[in-house]
C-alpha cells in the first residue's frame, strides 16, 4: 500500500525552477524534504509543520519553498535558482495519522531525481 507518491523532478539548467509534489493517501501531519548526492549522506532540505511552520537548509534558504494543501494532501517544494549543486534525488518524508489511534507514523517517498545542468 502506497503511502506517499513524488513528482515533478527532471532535468533543468542552472538558473531553471521546478516543483516537487508529494502526494499522501491521507491526511498529513507534518512533513519534510531530504536529498541526497552521490556519494553522500542524506540532508534535510525543508520541513513544515502542522501549523505550517517552515525550516531550510542555509544551502536553499531563499531559494526553496515549502508549502502543503491540506485539501489534497500533498506538500510541495518549489526549487527556484537551481545550481549543479542541487543536483540529488529528493525523498519526501512525511507523518500520516494511524487511522483511529491519535498517532502519527512517518513515510518516505520514493524519490525524485533532480539534476541540474550548468
Known amino acids: 500500500q502506497v503511502q506517499l507518491v513524488e513528482s515533478g523532478g527532471g532535468l533543468v539548467q542552472a538558473g531553471g525552477s521546478l516543483r516537487l509534489s508529494c502526494a499522501a493517501s491521507?491526511?498529513?501531519?507534518?512533513a519534510a524534504w531530504y536529498r541526497q548526492a552521490p556519494g553522500k549522506q542524506r540532508e534535510l532540505v525543508a520541513s513544515?509543520?502542522?501549523?505550517?511552520?517552515?525550516n531550510y537548509a542555509d544551502s536553499v534558504k531563499g531559494r526553496f519553498t515549502i508549502s502543503r494543501d491540506n485539501a489534497y494532501n500533498t506538500v510541495y517544494l518549489q526549487l527556484n535558482s537551481l545550481q549543479p549543486e542541487d543536483t540529488a534525488v529528493y525523498y519526501c518524508?512525511?507523518?500520516?495519522?494511524?487511522?483511529?489511534?491519535?498517532?502519527?507514523?512517518?513515510?518516505w517517498g520514493q524519490g525524485t531525481q533532480v539534476t541540474v545542468s550548468s
Open positions: 518524508n512525511a507523518f500520516l495519522g494511524v487511522t483511529g489511534t491519535g498517532t502519527y507514523r512517518g513515510y
Open positions: 491521507r491526511s498529513i501531519f507534518s
Open positions: 513544515i509543520t502542522g501549523g505550517g511552520s517552515t
